[in-house]
């Protein structure tokens, strides 16, 4: 049986709208916000990896359907159109929280305080903390819910990631989002990294209860990424989904 206390917390961060913790007890919560890992740590003779310069044009597949291709960049931020047509703003750390997304009747804008670039160059064994004020603006109602969050983000290890891209040296990433007053994290995020790459080839994260894993499938840089290599990756990658299993 599960403590009485422990399950009020879980129950309070449920009411607080912030997390998506799997139905069941206090262990189900805690295994979701604990993503199992799909790859072994390996000791890579990887060296600090510095922060990534984006271009405008740079355009990266997550399977057959989902595209994310970088449309402006800023001093301060990178912004992203999406398959379905969404413009979603980043700052320049994959591993920091999105600044700016409008989905549906939500709209969402956060700040960040703090020093979260302090995780580059990425070495194993680097941690970083910071805080987000996330202010989700529900435009149909009118009503706005701000929350104070906590970021710990680490490089975990070195792994040798397989995606459907290739298979890529990566720096694991992770990250966890705290609320003041509750012992488990609202969510935990992990990115394998590329250095090669200059960008993540595998994400994963919980959602409703489930964890989800978006994988790189292709990356055309900038001046590779006309409509037309666009439209011919995204038919490849659409035949290479539908090709029966061996």
Same mark, same amino acid.
């Given at each position: 049986?599960?403590?009485?206390?422990?399950?009020?917390?879980?129950?309070?961060?449920?009411?607080?709208?912030?997390?998506?913790?799997?139905?069941?007890?206090?262990?189900?919560?805690?295994?979701?916000?604990?993503?199992?890992?799909?790859?072994?740590?390996?000791?890579?003779?990887?060296?600090?990896?510095?922060?990534?310069?984006?271009?405008?044009?740079?355009?990266?597949?997550?399977?057959?359907?989902?595209?994310?291709?970088?449309?402006?960049?800023?001093?301060?931020?990178?912004?992203?159109?999406?398959?379905?047509?969404? %413009?979603?703003?980043?700052?320049?750390?994959?591993?920091?929280?999105?600044?700016?997304?409008?989905?549906?009747?939500?709209?969402?804008?956060?700040?960040?305080?703090?020093?979260?670039?302090?995780?580059?160059?990425?070495?194993?064994?680097?941690?970083?903390?910071?805080?987000?004020?996330?202010?989700?603006?529900?435009?149909?109602?009118?009503?706005?819910?701000?929350?104070?969050?906590?970021?710990?983000?680490?490089?975990?290890?070195?792994?040798?990631?397989?995606?459907?891209?290739?298979?890529?040296?990566?720096?694991?990433?992770?990250?966890?989002?705290?609320?003041?007053?509750?012992?488990?994290?609202?969510?935990?995020?992990?990115?394998?990294?590329?250095?090669?790459?200059?960008?993540?080839?595998?994400?994963?994260?919980?959602?409703?209860?489930?964890?989800?894993?978006?994988?790189?499938?292709?990356?055309?840089?900038?001046?590779?990424?006309?409509?037309?290599?666009?439209?011919?990756? %995204?038919?490849?990658?659409?035949?290479?989904?539908?090709?029966?299993?061996?």
């Amino acid at each position: 049986m599960h403590a009485p206390g422990a399950l009020l917390c879980v129950v309070a961060a449920l009411a607080a709208g912030c997390s998506h913790l799997p139905a069941g007890g206090l262990q189900d919560a805690m295994d979701a916000l604990s993503p199992a890992e799909r790859a072994t740590p390996l000791p890579l003779n990887l060296a600090p990896a510095p922060r990534p310069v984006a271009r405008v044009g740079d355009t990266y597949f997550f399977g057959a359907q989902s595209l994310r291709q970088v449309t402006a960049v800023s001093s301060g931020s990178v912004t992203w159109t999406t398959t379905d047509g969404q %413009r979603l703003r980043t700052g320049r750390d994959f591993f920091a929280p999105l600044l700016e997304q409008t989905q549906g009747d939500q709209r969402l804008t956060s700040t960040l305080q703090g020093q979260p670039g302090a995780l580059w160059p990425l070495a194993v064994g680097k941690t970083v903390s910071f805080e987000e004020t996330r202010t989700t603006r529900l435009l149909t109602l009118g009503r706005e819910i701000t929350t104070p969050i906590r970021w710990e983000c680490g490089v975990i290890d070195t792994r040798v990631s397989q995606v459907p891209a290739g298979d890529f040296e990566t720096y694991h990433v992770s990250c966890k989002a705290y609320r003041d007053g509750f012992f488990l994290p609202l969510q935990t995020v992990t990115w394998d990294y590329a250095p090669s790459l200059g960008h993540y080839v595998r994400r994963t994260w919980f959602d409703a209860g489930r964890q989800r894993e978006a994988a790189l499938a292709a990356a055309l840089p900038a001046p590779l990424a006309t409509p037309a290599r666009i439209a011919a990756t %995204r038919q490849r990658l659409q035949q290479w989904q539908q090709q029966p299993p061996l």
